[in-house]
């Protein structure tokens, strides 16, 4: 069955680059997600990467795709306090389906 | 472009109640989620649409909870009786097909006491 795991904390200081891990388990997965979630808010799609690429850049966002080893990342550059929220990788095979979530703190 | 509209926001009942969510999806979006997200955990699949059609159910407990999507556009979920480990947030997303981003609604946070 469809399985996503996530590391569950990551800390930063303001300024570095934040690097989140996700493995996922259904190789047929067409997209594989990124989404955001502020407290108290809803889902905020941040990125996706189709299952054919390596590599997806969107400013201070980089996707990296080892679809061999099943396992995706996503690097944030230049991490600002807005940026600390619960980042939630998913994968896609026909229906949606997510990881538990990593807490990501900036500090200051 | 509207997007995915829920309500209620909030919600607060008593245990072996009933509660009901309304979800109205993006214009043109076949299909149609709807996720239980508990909290300090990832949302959980409960039900996905595909227009009036369910494509997967596999993960609702069918003894209380029920939904449907009459003529494939807007859809309603519905807890009874509800029980305290239902209190969650319950999220709504469509896409225009089940292999596409999906946009999420802002959801209903349960409470069941």
């Known amino acids: 069955g469809e399985d996503v795991e996530q590391s569950l904390f990551l800390s930063v200081r303001e300024g570095d680059s934040s690097v989140i891990n996700c493995t996922y388990t259904d190789s047929s997965s067409t997209y594989l997600y990124w989404y955001k979630q502020e407290p108290g808010a809803g889902l905020q799609l941040l990125t996706y990467i189709f299952s054919n690429m390596d590599m997806k850049q969107d400013q201070r966002l980089t996707v990296l795709l080892n679809k061999k080893d099943k396992h995706l990342s996503l690097r944030i550059a230049d991490t600002q306090t807005g940026d600390s929220a619960i980042y939630f990788c998913?994968?896609?095979?026909?229906?949606?389906?997510f990881g538990q979530g990593t807490t990501l703190q900036v500090k200051p | 472009e509207a997007g995915v509209a829920q309500s209620p926001r909030y919600k607060i009942i008593e245990k072996r109640q009933s509660v009901a969510f309304w979800c109205n999806p993006i214009?043109?979006?076949?299909?149609l989620y709807w996720y239980q997200q508990i909290l300090g955990q990832g949302p959980k699949l409960l039900i996905q649409f595909q227009n009036n059609g369910v494509v997967d159910d596999s993960q609702l407990p069918k003894d209380r909870f029920s939904a449907e999507r009459l003529k494939g556009v807007d859809s309603t979920l519905k807890i009874q009786p509800a029980k305290l480990e239902d209190s969650a947030v319950y999220l709504c997303?469509?896409?225009?097909?089940?292999?596409?981003?999906?946009?999420f609604g802002q959801g209903t946070r349960l409470t069941v006491v």
């Open positions: 997303a469509s896409s225009t097909n089940g292999n596409t981003e999906a946009f």
């Open positions: 214009s043109g979006h076949a299909t």
């Open positions: 998913a994968e896609s095979a026909g229906k949606l389906i």
